[in-house]
């Protein structure tokens, strides 16, 4: 685990990185990883901003970890500048090994190197072990989060 490398993903990660996205409950109900062309357009936007960083951990030549972090200015904590965590996957025999500590670890440090006030994330409501996870991370529950579903515009 020592030899795992977090990086910033490129494009030849994108079929890995929507493996991991896929292969958890709630990802299998919502990812097509058979058609990697709706992710290669959003790979190209993500890439393309300056204030997102999509991340991959890779053990050898193999992604077993992804994370998102976009960093947010807003009005509020005196003009503070956020960043929001996003999309965190650890392949499942990584699990319980220390890397979505890591990656956490990680994520925290590009934050605070980018002049954040706060790291934030949401977690779905019915993911007990990821909360437990956030929780031993120093993470407070301190907010409900809500969601309004939009139509997928591309059909």
Same mark, same amino acid.
């Given at each position: 685990?020592?030899? @795992?490398?977090?990086?910033?993903? /490129?494009?030849?990660?994108?079929?890995?990185?929507?493996?991991?996205?896929?292969?958890?409950? *709630?990802?299998?109900?919502?990812?097509?990883?058979?058609?990697?062309?709706?992710?290669?357009?959003?790979?190209?936007?993500?890439?393309?901003?300056?204030?997102?960083?999509?991340?991959?951990?890779?053990?050898?030549?193999?992604?077993?970890? @992804?994370?998102?972090?976009?960093?947010?200015?807003?009005?509020?904590?005196?003009?503070?500048? *956020?960043?929001?965590?996003?999309?965190? /996957?650890?392949?499942?025999?990584? *699990?319980?090994?220390?890397?979505?500590?890591?990656?956490?670890?990680?994520?925290?440090?590009?934050?605070?190197?980018?002049?954040?006030?706060?790291?934030?994330?949401?977690?779905?409501?019915?993911?007990?072990?990821?909360?437990? !996870?956030?929780?031993?991370?120093?993470?407070?529950?301190?907010?409900?989060? !809500?969601?309004?579903?939009?139509?997928?515009?591309?059909?």
């Amino acid at each position: 685990m020592d030899d @795992t490398e977090i990086r910033r993903a /490129r494009a030849e990660d994108v079929e890995a990185l929507v493996a991991l996205l896929a292969d958890d409950v *709630r990802g299998a109900e919502r990812e097509t990883p058979g058609d990697l062309a709706p992710y290669r357009e959003a790979f190209a936007r993500i890439d393309a901003d300056p204030r997102t960083l999509l991340a991959v951990a890779v053990g050898g030549t193999t992604v077993v970890g @992804t994370l998102q972090l976009t960093f947010l200015d807003g009005m509020s904590h005196r003009g503070g500048t *956020r960043a929001q965590v996003e999309a965190v /996957r650890v392949a499942a025999a990584e *699990r319980g090994r220390g890397l979505g500590s890591r990656m956490l670890a990680w994520a925290v440090e590009q934050a605070r190197s980018h002049g954040c006030r706060m790291v934030q994330l949401t977690s779905d409501a019915a993911r007990a072990d990821a909360h437990r !996870f956030y929780t031993r991370l120093g993470f407070v529950a301190s907010h409900t989060g !809500f969601k309004l579903a939009l139509e997928d515009p591309r059909g």
